[in-house]
């Protein structure tokens, strides 16, 4: 039996790409890491946005990004160096 192009056997399996080439690297918080109104660094990383301080003190990003929080996942009150152009 002779090999063809079109036979299966005659063509090489595809190449696969490494996993992490597929897959982004997924930051949590990275317009909090970014913002000008992020304080604190670690666990404890606050958020100082004016609309979102909460009985005169910051409020902790993890809250500040929840659904519900008052930035939300979207980073609503996120300010930065070149946003302010």
């Not at 299966?8 to 690297?25: D, G, V, Y």
């Amino acid at each position: 039996m002779q090999m063809t192009a079109a036979s299966p056997a005659a063509q090489s399996p595809p190449t696969a790409l490494p996993s992490a080439w597929l897959t982004p690297e997924v930051l949590p918080y990275r317009a909090c890491d970014l913002c000008d109104h992020l304080r604190g660094t670690g666990p404890q990383r606050l958020c100082t946005a004016p609309a979102l301080i909460w009985a005169g003190k910051p409020v902790p990003i993890t809250f500040a990004r929840q659904r519900h929080g008052g930035c939300g996942p979207d980073a609503l009150h996120m300010s930065a160096p070149w946003l302010k152009a």
